[in-house]
C-alpha cells in the first residue's frame, strides 16, 4: 500500500508527455481486455483513465483528454459494429460522464492541493518565526547577561547601550508577534486606528532616534517639518517599522537607506512616507503578490521573514484613508522605494467642516 501511494502521487511529479502516455496506456489496456468480449460499457473504458487525467492534469487538460477518448471509443464502436443508435447513447452518457467525473475529482484534486499549499506554507511561516524570534531574545538574554556579569565594571555610557539593546530585542519581538496577531485577524476585523491630528515629522523622527539600523547608514533623510495628518500615530509608526526592518534585513550590510517625508503632490490633501533601500530590487510580475498574506518573493527566499510584514501594512494603511506601494525597477543595486500616504488634518477638517455645512441645509 505505501509502494502504491508512493507511485500515484510521484505519476504527477513526471513531464508532461510521459503523464500523457501513462493515461493512453491505461485507456489501451482497457480496450484490449473489453474488446474480446464485445462489453462496449462506457463506464469499464472511461472511469480508470478519466480519474487518472484528473489526478495528473489539471481539469481543462482532462476534460480535453477525456473527450478525445469518448471519440476514440466511439469510432472502435462504429469499426467493429457499424453505425447504430447505440453510439448516439454512448456519446451522451460520455459527455455527462466525463463532466461530472472531471468536476467532482477535479474539485478532490484542488482541494488537496490547496491543503498541501497550506500545510507547506505554515511549516516554512513556523520555522521562520522560531528563527525571528530566536534572534532578538538571543540579543535581549545577551545584554541583560553581560549587565548581570560585569554590570559594576561597565561605564555608564556601556550599561545604557546594553540597556538600549535589550529594550530593541523585546521591541522586535514585540512587532513579531504584533504582526502575527495582526494577521490572524479576520479582512474585516483590523482594529480600528484611534486616528488624530499629529505632526508626521515628530512621530517618523522619534522613530528613527531609537531604531537599531543593522549597519545601514541613514544617509538620506529628508523629513519636511510642520506636515499635520489625520491618523493614528503607534499604526503610522508600526507601518514604518516594518518597512525599514524589510530595508534593512533584504539589502546588502552596509549600504545607505533613505526616509523621505513630503506632502504627496499627485493626490492632493495626502502627505507621504518613503523608505528607499539599495537591495536587489522587485521584479516587476511578483510587485502584485508582494502585499499578500504569507507572500514571498523568489529573490527573498533565502531570507528568513513570516510574509506578515508588508500584509499587515496594506491593511493598517488602508484602515487609515491611505494607500501602499512599491516602485522598483528590478536591477539589482538600484533597490526599492516603499511609499505609503495618510490623509492631512487640513483635509479632515475641510470634510467635518462640509458635512456640518450640509448637516445644517438639511436641517434648514
Excluded at 8 to 22: D, H
Aim: with cysteine; proline share 3%.
Amino acid at each position: 500500500m505505501q509502494v502504491m501511494r508512493k507511485h500515484v502521487l510521484s505519476l504527477r511529479q513526471m513531464p508532461a508527455m510521459l503523464r500523457f502516455v501513462n493515461v493512453i496506456t491505461l485507456f489501451v489496456a482497457s480496450e484490449a481486455l473489453i474488446v474480446p468480449w464485445h462489453n462496449w460499457g462506457i463506464a469499464t473504458i472511461l472511469t480508470l483513465s478519466g480519474m487518472l487525467a484528473c489526478w495528473v492534469f489539471s481539469w481543462r487538460v482532462a476534460l480535453t483528454i477525456e473527450w478525445g477518448l469518448l471519440w476514440v471509443h466511439m469510432g472502435l464502436i462504429f469499426y467493429c459494429q457499424g453505425w447504430s443508435g447505440y453510439i448516439i447513447e454512448v456519446f451522451v452518457a460520455g459527455t455527462f460522464m466525463d463532466v461530472v467525473l472531471v468536476g467532482s475529482f477535479g474539485a478532490l484534486r484542488s482541494a488537496m492541493d490547496k491543503s498541501n499549499e497550506f500545510h507547506r506554507i505554515k511549516d516554512q511561516f513556523l520555522a521562520n518565526l522560531n528563527h525571528d524570534i530566536r534572534t532578538p531574545l538571543a540579543g535581549t538574554i545577551g545584554s541583560l547577561d553581560l549587565l548581570k556579569v560585569y554590570g559594576d565594571r561597565l561605564t555608564q555610557a556601556e550599561r545604557q547601550l546594553f540597556l538600549e539593546q535589550a529594550i530593541f530585542s523585546c521591541d522586535e519581538i514585540e512587532r513579531l508577534t504584533g504582526n502575527i496577531r495582526m494577521a490572524m485577524r479576520a479582512s474585516d476585523d483590523v482594529p480600528p486606528p484611534q486616528r488624530r491630528m499629529f505632526r508626521l515629522d515628530v512621530a517618523v523622527s522619534n522613530l528613527l532616534r531609537y531604531i537599531y539600523t543593522f549597519d545601514h547608514p541613514l544617509a538620506d533623510l529628508n523629513i519636511q517639518e510642520g506636515i499635520e495628518v489625520f491618523a493614528d500615530t503607534q499604526q503610522v509608526q508600526q507601518v514604518l517599522r516594518n518597512l525599514l526592518h524589510n530595508a534593512f534585513k533584504y539589502a546588502p550590510v552596509g549600504t545607505p537607506v533613505s526616509v523621505h517625508v513630503g506632502l504627496f503632490q499627485w493626490i492632493e490633501g495626502f502627505a507621504y512616507i518613503c523608505v528607499g533601500d539599495k537591495g536587489s530590487g522587485i521584479a516587476c510580475g511578483d510587485m502584485e503578490k508582494l502585499f499578500q498574506k504569507f507572500s514571498r518573493i523568489e529573490r527573498a527566499r533565502h531570507i528568513d521573514g513570516s510574509g506578515l510584514g508588508l500584509y499587515n501594512c496594506r491593511r493598517l494603511v488602508e484602515n487609515m484613508g491611505g494607500q501602499i506601494w512599491v516602485d522598483s525597477t528590478g536591477i539589482d543595486g538600484e533597490g526599492s522605494r516603499f511609499f505609503f500616504t495618510l490623509p492631512l488634518a487640513e483635509k479632515q477638517h475641510q470634510q467635518e467642516t462640509t458635512t456640518g455645512k450640509h448637516r445644517s441645509i438639511d436641517r434648514q
